[in-house]
């Protein structure tokens, strides 16, 4: 990304693609991995434990 950003896993929505207005970067893998264990724990998905 290019400015610092916090993902709010615990606060899902769902939004219509044409809403989105553009390209905004990527993310590390490293990142990425923390967005998914997020999600998993919010949604409470086998296998998603806190410190895991």
Known sequence: M???SVA???QLTSL???KLAGW???LSDEAL???ERGLAIT???PGAALGA
């Open 2 to 4: 290019r400015e610092d």
């Open 8 to 10: 709010l896993c615990h």
């Open 16 to 18: 219509d693609r044409s």
């Open 24 to 26: 905004l970067g990527s």
């Open 33 to 35: 991995g923390a967005v």
């Open 43 to 45: 949604l409470d998905l």
